[in-house]
């Protein structure tokens, strides 16, 4: 075999062999990208009811529970949301009464912080004493007050450090009235 012959096979298997490694990145990269945190806002449905403590001068006092989960595969680290109520103008959060996870209130906005959430299916299997606090999707308490029969939107947005986020949009109804409940 002559210099060049053996030049040319060397390029053969270098070319080759970084098409495997390519291939193999990729695969890895997939694989990665599918095992990422995932999550959740629930509002508004049977494990996270609206409360309604009273009404005066046309105020209601609201208690807005919501759930967030990681339906992912891997821990969610340092996850960070904010939740805004609309119609701006007719209800406010309360700033005297906060959840332990509430970083600041602001009119009619909130501001969330968590160190993490691991991944677990929702709603929560089995009792609290069944399971560890720790490990449960965390659920809060956002105190709002509304002017009258007003109907009441809750924009949220929440992301991660790992990249995971969700945001969207949920009709509350008319505070004050019964609620029709989703899901």
């Known amino acids: 075999m002559t210099f060049a012959q053996t030049i040319g096979v060397l390029g053969l298997l270098v070319g080759a062999g970084s098409l495997v490694f390519a291939f ?7 694989r990665s990208e599918s095992r990422r945190p995932k999550l959740e806002l629930h509002v508004n449905d049977d494990h996270n009811p609206i409360t309604f403590q ?21 821990a969610a680290h340092n996850i960070r949301g904010h939740v805004e109520f609309e119609p701006r103008g007719y209800v406010k959060t309360v700033k005297g009464v906060r959840d332990a ?29 069944e399971r560890s606090f720790l490990d449960s999707p965390r659920q809060f308490v956002i105190p709002i007050t509304a002017m009258g029969q007003t109907r009441t939107e809750l924009h949220f947005w929440f992301v991660c450090d790992e990249g995971a ?17 989703s899901g």
């Open 24 to 30: 193999l990145a990729w695969r890895s990269s997939v």
């Open 165 to 181: 986020s969700v945001e969207g949009i949920v009709d509350l109804g008319h505070l004050g009235d019964p609620i029709e409940r």
């Open 54 to 74: 009273s009404k005066e001068d046309g105020l209601v006092f609201s208690h807005v529970l919501a759930t967030l989960v990681n339906s992912g595969e891997v």
């Open 101 to 129: 996870h509430i970083t600041d209130v602001f009119d009619n906005n909130a501001y969330f912080r968590w160190e993490s959430l691991v991944p677990r299916p929702y709603p929560p299997i089995g009792t609290l004493r």
